[in-house]
């Protein structure tokens, strides 16, 4: 690990810096890939699908029959797990419905916003060792809540043409309504499009590596939304001595597997803390199966000592960590001060890994620096908020003059006309 | 204008079609510009300036002495006009302000949303012969209720090293804390980047000619989030017998004088009434000051009779409308039915002008079918939502296990560790 002492202010842009990456290569595919689905549908999907990932599948949709086996295969334990965090889920998510908000400006002029669901969703969740089905309780069951009425989840099939059974059972618990096995590039081409069997949805959900996210961004070209910009994962640890150096240097290590171009940053205002964790991360990291991943992390990452707690503040600030765990005395100070983070952990006993799975927060969140810019996936990002006005005779005749000035001044005399008419037609 | 009797589902696609626009030409000119840009900073805003504006600028920054004269130049009828205005948009969004979520998923583990402000903004206001003060409006007010830190406001100067002065003077009103004469792509880019006059921002906000929307989409690319993709301006009015064909006629023409390309629509259940509109179009056409603009407009809008009210609702949400104009009998059926649309106006005294500039709601909406997927900016799009967790002794307990199977079933073995340790020393 890294050690900065005290860092200058002109050195925060290259500590704050994630590695960049260079998509051009990837974007060549992608479009390739893209215009074929566009053309050929299923027939390109297929072929891809034989080609990435090694099996020739003669339906692409999930059965039903499926599915029941599917769901036999998981553990009860794990089945309990599941919907455990999904009720927690479920209540933090239900709490963020809004109700129609309305209001009258001026007498006679009603306004009003109400949020309505986004109608076709589509939810990508990746394969390969680690299944994860989380991922699938994070998407799913805001989905539901908001009432979007398509849930559409991809998800590529194994060698054997099958989906992990978890993400199956986790699917079909949160209302997916309709469940394809398909990955990658011509998933992400398949629901911006829609084939003869993947339906067209109006935005894309979902992590993914670095083919999905370069295919999420070519979808946005084609009027498909989607939930945000991703990259590799991240998290800031901000410490003190009244924090606990062996679970530090866990939470540390825990979002270090996620993958070698993990961002992990330790601040403190102590260095004996930094030491202690220092020794604490190397101890843990011996004994990790995902040790090769998690040690080319921690060997990018960095503890960085900051003397000053204001000073450190605004580093976090600056950095902008999609996690941010708080692990201090006056935890309040950072609490209130903290601008720019996607989800934040407070104390001893909030590990980041509790917003992974149970807590009920969502960890679809903002990395990169984005959460200066972006919310990390909530209920609203299922909704769209739309307004509606109403005005009466007596409101037009209260705003009217209003308009016609600025619309004139604007040089829009139609924008002008449309009032006047409707005055004139008053007048007595 | 062109009539549709009944149109077959399978036309609804060439119908609910907006013509498509190639930016690939534009796209060389925006990179071009944004690498000078980001490599001489003011050096290059100031160059492209004088190349497209016209006008060799020593400050790029608008002084409070410009502020001061220009103010005065503004007429007392047009200051209290955009006063009432300020005060209907900042009641509207101010009402759009929502507390802190908080709940208690399981015992032990709270979770909380708080929305933060985005601290820097960018505001892009067109000049050229019409001067969007109103735009001002729509996008400074509920930045300053949301409470970010740094409005920035860029707008072209004209011939004479000017900004048209009720745009300043509407800036200085709603709290936009620094004003630049730069516009078009340099403008863009300077915001993204930041040079030694312009401030780095974290979102860019309002509308543009193509080469601005171009650039909006390029400086995506570089970590910046901008409000919407933009296009023409567009408006649907459905309309049964009960409509006045006259303020029908107004409301389309007064969204056509906005551009060539503007798209207007009527659907209407009675043949009657798409008679009368057509006839009223003309004869108020022949008036406008904008006509040449508003007649080829025009030449391209659609008057579609569609029989059934449950089609006609069908259809309109398949075009997803920036504008929806509901003027029947029955307005709750369409109310209530309608999923896609950026702003709704009800009844006879609700003229789609009234949304532009005084009704209290935001004017800035998703055109092109991206009411589909996409808010209208309100106020949460100057916010970001942000989760909070804590967790006590007694919640790690709770959801401990949970964890522990879950991060074990994904693979992920140093985020149970993370829960396993903090477990174990709560063992007695």
Known sequence: MKKILNPNKNEWSALTQRPTKNYKDIEGTV?????????KG???????????????????????????????????????AIKQAKTNIEAF???????????????????????????????????????????????????????CKEIVLCSPPDREGKINPAILYAAKLCGVTQILKVGGIQAIAGMTFGTETIPKVYKIFGPGNQFVTVAKQVATQFGVA?????GPSELVVVADDSANAAFVASD?????????????????????MIEKVEKEVEKQLKVLPRKTTAEKAIANSKLIYIENVATALAFINEYAPEHLIIVTENED????????????????????????????????????????????????????????????????QNIGKTIEIMAEAEGLQAHKNAVTLRLKSLEK
Chains 1, 2 share one sequence.
């Open 226 to 230: 989607i939930d945000m910009p991703a």
């Open 93 to 147: 998510h239900s709490a963020q419905k809004t109700a129609r908000i309305e209001i009258e400006t001026t007498e006679g002029v009603t306004c009003w916003q109400e949020k309505r669901p986004i109608q076709k969703i589509g939810l990508y969740i990746p394969g390969g060792t680690a299944p994860l089905f989380s991922t699938v309780l994070m998407l799913a069951v805001p989905a539901q809540i908001a009432g």
């Open 42 to 80: 299923d027939v390109a999907v297929t072929k891809y699908t034989s080609f990435f990932d090694g099996i020739e599948l003669s339906k692409i949709r999930v059965s039903d029959v499926e599915l029941k086996e599917a769901i036999v295969l998981v553990p009860n334990e794990l089945k309990d």
């Open 31 to 39: 479009t390739q890939i893209f215009k074929e689905v566009q053309q």
């Open 252 to 272: 540390l290590l825990s979002q270090a597997e996620h993958g070698a171009d993990s961002q992990v940053i330790l601040v403190s205002t102590s260095k004996q």
């Open 333 to 396: 100070f950072y609490l209130n001060g903290i601008q720019n983070a996607g989800s934040v952990f407070i104390g001893k006993y909030t590990p980041e890994s509790a917003g992974d799975y149970a807590s009920g927060t969502n960890h679809t969140l903002p990395t990169n620096g984005y959460a200066k810019n972006y919310s990390g996936v909530n209920l609203d990002s299922f909704l769209k908020a739309m307004t509606f006005q109403k005005i009466t005779e007596t409101g037009i």
